[in-house]
């Protein structure tokens, strides 16, 4: 994996055009029709969804549970909102059966569009075949431009609630001619500061956690987030808060980080927090 190296840039400071290029999205809607290869996938993960948590207490098996699906949630009305949790650009998956270890509850959807790094674990994940992979994790290929979009309406109708989303070392685009294909220079990063009520980015390159972090400033206060409504029931935002820090993980949790890792290099990690009520 070419991925050890440091990474190489002409960029000395965050992208100087960042405002105005996060300004300017924040009032466009991204419209790029969705690919059907990536509706298929979510209809895929969808239904995993629907299985982890059953009809009346039963998984899709026909074993009753009981308290193991924490994250499945029905108001007064009868209308039920499932517990999402997010790992986009996933890679291998590994930090998906990670994620899953540490929240039995919930299901976490491992997202990523190379066949080749899913095909390492997922493939033996989603068919069973890896019977050390917790039941609540699941892959699916898919462009996460598209994804994201239909995981938005999703969360719009009240049907999935994400309390964790991860963006774990998401491709850099370090040459500054490529800086607008960063996810947060990108029309897409109104819908991807939505997925979330904690969102957390790891990057192994410092100017991409600042400019991710000054991203969602800047995008915050257009947005006005801190008194809007949220998608989901009633509940509002009450702010958000934003923190960006270096850290070096005790066990590396993903095959970039192990690699990192291994390399010496310093990782960095912005984790914000949209506060609800
Ligand atoms: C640098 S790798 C990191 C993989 C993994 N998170 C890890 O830490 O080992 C970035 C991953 O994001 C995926 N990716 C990049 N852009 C994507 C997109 N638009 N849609 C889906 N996956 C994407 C790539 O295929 C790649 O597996």
Known sequence: MSGARAVTTNQTDIYDKLEEVVRKYASTEYLRPIADHTRIAFAEAEKFIEGFYGDSGRDKDGAVFDDNRAGRIEDSAGRVTY???????????????????????????????????????????????NSAAPQNAFLVRAELL?????????????????????????????????????????????????????????????????????????????LSLRSRMTTFGSRMTTGTTISHEAFEPEQPITAFERKYKEARQQLWRVTINHVQI
């Open 83 to 129: 517990k999402v949790i997010l790992d986009s650009g996933c890679g291998t998956g590994e930090s998906t059966l990670n994620i899953a270890l540490a929240h039995s509850g919930i299901p976490v959807i491992g997202i990523d569009k190379s066949v080749a790094r899913l095909a390492k674990a997922g493939a033996g994940l989603n068919k069973g075949l």
């Open 146 to 222: 598209d994804f994201w979009r239909l995981a938005l309406e999703k969360v719009k109708a009240g049907q999935w609630h994400i309390p964790y989303h991860a963006l774990y070392y998401p491709n850099p685009w370090p040459k500054q001619s490529e800086a607008t294909r960063r996810f947060h220079l990108h029309p897409i990063f109104p819908t991807l500061l939505q997925l979330g009520d904690a969102i957390e980015l790891r990057t192994n390159w410092e100017i991409y956690a600042r400019e991710f972090a000054e991203a969602t400033r800047v995008l915050d206060s257009i």
